[in-house]
């Protein structure tokens, strides 16, 4: 059974969509563009699409590999690609929310939070460097299980074109019932937010339901607008440097480990750790907020 | 994956982009005021309390510092955005003024350099000696 590319064939879809969006935001004002972020952003995505082509057969070794230890064979049917659609989710949630919490993933994560603005091109700012991380790990239980490789990848494309549209300051809220169960453009600009309230949360692919189940759901609140980016916002639109901050900041912090404990913590431990406590994590950062705040308003 | 679908997608980045060009033509860099940058910066960071601070003659560039803990903020207007650098010991790798232009060089890969031109020598000398403590 031949599987098409959910990705490839959505392209054309993207291209229009941030037309449209970027229109929208020029004569509604709902949404913001700055052309050298476009610029870097969209460049972020084909080079991504390019090193993923360059790098799939990394993909393809370890599934195969893998496969050789499955506990099932899976042949194709609606209600295989329906279970293996939720449990590659799941997979998603796992994978991203340690790529928040683990500074090896981050090193390649961050570049795609590394926009100030949050618009569709952002979602298209893709990493490149995804092959030097574990990331794949994530996903050995969906072929442990004996979902066919090809079912995976098909799966795991719809989950990445459903997350294109999420990436919107133009839509406000849907009903209830669908904020409930989907993720979403309010939860998912929680997700890309910097304000201190919103660090580390709301890290679903299409259910929002994994966050609201494993305790990182934040809803976004009218008196706290998400201001977009990273901790240390970058000064660059380079997408070389976009690509390469976080390794090279990663490779700076290992190259001055005194021990192999530290040099292990750099690895695994959150983003913003340091055998001298001097930086921030964004647990510091949330403890000192909410010290703030609590200052401010004692009786919040 | 083919070239065809390589040389669209360019194509279509070149497109977005100068659609983006003729939208919202090029963001010019301006931070204000120094109460304004202030303002921002405390927005990021509970508890900040602006104190002195300086910015830039063309607006691109401002210096504040933090009366809580005593540091000092480099702020640079990036596009339409900030970006903002804690200026703690071991980031600023020199510092020099000439004239009335403060020059820095940080420990930073996206932010190697900062040149800010002051209204004064004097200005430029006084934020010089405030930035060697932070470079010792």
């Not at chain 2, 504040?64 to 600023?92: H, P, Q, W, Y």
């Amino acid at each position: 059974m031949h599987w098409p590319s959910p990705t490839e064939l959505a392209t054309p879809a993207f291209i229009v969509l941030v037309i449209i969006e970027m229109v929208a935001a020029r004569y509604l004002h709902r949404g913001e563009y700055e052309a050298r972020d476009t610029a870097t952003s969209l460049m972020m995505g084909f080079g991504s699409a390019i090193f993923g082509a360059l790098f799939a057969f990394v993909f393809i070794a370890f599934a195969g590999f893998v496969w050789k230890f499955r506990l099932a064979t899976i042949g194709w049917s609606w209600a295989a690609l329906v279970v293996c659609f939720v449990l590659d989710d799941l997979a998603y949630y796992c994978w991203h929310r340690a790529s928040h919490r683990v500074r090896w993933l981050w090193a390649d994560h961050v570049q795609h939070h590394s926009s100030q603005h949050y618009n569709l091109s952002t979602a298209l700012r893709q990493p490149w460097t995804g092959f030097l991380t574990p990331g794949l790990v994530f996903r050995a239980p969906l072929f442990l299980i004996g979902f066919p490789l090809p079912m995976i990848v098909f799966v795991h494309g719809v989950n990445l074109v459903y997350q294109f549209w999420i990436h919107t300051e133009a839509i406000d809220r849907f009903p209830r019932w669908v904020e409930a169960v989907m993720n979403t453009p309010s939860h998912h600009r929680v997700h890309h937010a910097v304000n201190a309230r919103y660090l580390d949360a709301n890290y679903a692919g299409v259910f929002i339901i994994w966050d609201r189940m494993f305790g990182s759901f934040v809803a976004e609140t009218k008196d706290d607008p998400p201001r977009y980016g990273i901790v240390g916002n970058l000064a660059s639109y380079n997408p070389l440097k976009v690509a390469l901050h976080g390794w090279v900041s990663l490779a700076s912090d290992l190259a001055r480990a005194r021990s192999p404990r530290e040099a292990a913590l750099y690895l695994f431990a959150p983003p913003g750790w340091s055998p001298d406590d001097s930086r921030d994590t964004s647990d510091k950062i949330k403890a000192r907020w909410a010290a703030f705040r609590t200052a401010q308003f004692p009786a919040e | 994956m083919n070239v065809l679908y390589l040389a669209g997608s360019l194509i279509g980045v070149a497109m977005i982009v100068g659609l983006n060009l003729v939208l919202f033509g090029r963001a010019k860099p301006a931070l204000g005021n120094v109460q304004d940058v202030g303002a921002r910066i405390a927005a990021d960071i509970p508890g900040f309390r602006a104190g002195p601070g300086i910015v830039g003659n063309d607006g691109a560039m401002a210096l504040v510092t933090d009366n809580a803990e005593c540091t000092i903020f480099l702020i640079k207007a990036f596009g339409d955005r900030l970006v903002t650098r804690k200026l703690s010991r071991g980031m600023v790798r020199s510092v020099s003024a000439d004239g009335s232009t403060l020059s820095l060089r940080l420990k930073d890969f996206t932010l190697q350099q900062a040149r800010i031109v002051l209204d004064s020598e004097a200005a430029a000398r006084d934020w010089e000696t405030r930035l060697k403590a932070l470079a010792a």
